[in-house]
């Protein structure tokens, strides 16, 4: 019976996706299937898994690079962003290092970084445009992606350690951003006369999800009762963002493997049902939710 539900996605052969266990995700899949999209919840992370990693040979933006504009910050803090992102994105994505040894290194990035930010004095009503100026892309077939769970009523949780005021321009932007979507991400805090002044609530960065999940998600009442979990991330932090769920039945996780692809091929596999391998689409995550629906 379960071969039955893995030919009806002949995407899953693309030799771009990759599987520990073949046998669990089509088993997975059919138990989704078969309790329908009631039951469903995505769970997403945003910066590099719904948004691309490169666009024409260069490096799309993140969320927290798209604040690289002479709209909000002066050339020497971008010069100063850069120098930290040079500095720890190797460290994030190290497939040599723990996590332990990662978590105050991401601590220091994220702290260093906003205090940056937060001395540039940035405007609140600059944002969408420095949004429209940037390259931001979201991943292709993202409109599907969103327009389906909007229309099938499943909750899209967006839980990314980027910033919340940007994504969230981002995919309004994109016309995507459906009643459907909550979000759980750092969030500007902007004085009375709009300029940033901090940055709201306990930080989130890559590798500390678990406690945000647990904190925030956990307390979401349209997620209650939906035992079934779609995770989609691109970093080995992203597998705990589910963690906050409470009585969760079928969980299928989904790494798009972007960087250091021969490096961390092992560790995805071993952690992620599904990897995808420089794959800048949404076509997996579209094809197994059109068989679920
Ligand atoms: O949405 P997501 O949780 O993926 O957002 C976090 C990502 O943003 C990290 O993977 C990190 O590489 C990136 N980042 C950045 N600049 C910072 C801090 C994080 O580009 N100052
Ligand atoms: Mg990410």
Same mark, same amino acid.
């Given at each position: ?17 990759? /599987? ?18 009631? &039951?469903? =919840? ?14 024409? #040979? ?5 969320? @927290? ?10 050339? &020497? ?66 409109? /599907?992606?969103?327009? $389906?769970?909007?229309? =099938? ?21 994109? $016309? !995507?951003? $459906?009643? &459907? ?6 969030? /500007? ?22 406690? #945000?999940?647990?904190? @925030?998600?956990? $307390? ?16 080995? #932090? ?9 009585? !969760? ?10 960087? =250091? ?8 596999? &071993? ?13 997996i995550p579209n094809a197994i939710l059109k068989n679920i629906f």
């Open positions: 019976i379960f071969k039955n539900a893995f030919l009806q996605i002949p995407e899953l052969s693309k030799c771009s996706v990759l /599987m520990r266990e073949r046998c669990r995700v089509e088993e997975t899949i059919y138990n989704m299937q078969q309790t329908g999209p009631e &039951n469903l =919840q995505v769970i997403s992370d945003f910066d590099m898994t719904l948004t691309r990693f490169a666009y024409k #040979g260069k490096r799309v933006p993140t969320t @927290h690079n798209i604040l690289d504009n002479r709209l909000l910050i002066d050339e &020497n803090c971008t010069k100063k962003i850069k120098k930290l992102l040079n500095t720890y994105y190797p460290i994030e994505i190290d497939a040599r290092l723990s996590t332990e040894e990662k978590l105050p290194l991401m601590v220091e990035w994220w702290t260093k970084v906003h205090k940056l930010l937060m001395e540039q004095k940035i405007r609140k009503d600059l944002l969408a445009q420095a949004v429209r100026e940037s390259p931001s892309k979201l991943r292709e077939g993202y409109k /599907m992606f969103f327009d $389906h769970l909007a229309e =099938q009523n499943v909750p899209l949780l967006i839980f990314s350690a980027g910033i919340g005021d940007v994504l969230e321009e981002v995919i309004r932007q994109n $016309h !995507v951003f $459906h009643p &459907n979507v909550n979000i759980i991400s750092n969030y /500007m805090d902007f004085d009375h006369t709009g300029v940033l002044q901090a940055f709201k609530g306990q930080l989130i960065h890559t590798f500390n999800k678990r406690e #945000g999940a647990l904190a @925030h998600a956990a $307390h979401l009442t349209e997620l209650k009762g939906r035992q079934n979990v779609l995770l989609l991330g691109d970093s080995l #932090g992203d597998l705990t963002m589910a963690d906050g769920v409470s009585n !969760v039945q079928n969980t299928l996780t989904i790494g798009f493997l972007n960087d =250091q692809v021969e490096e961390r091929k092992e560790l995805f596999l &071993n952690s992620f049902d599904i990897v995808l391998v420089k794959d800048e689409t949404l076509e």
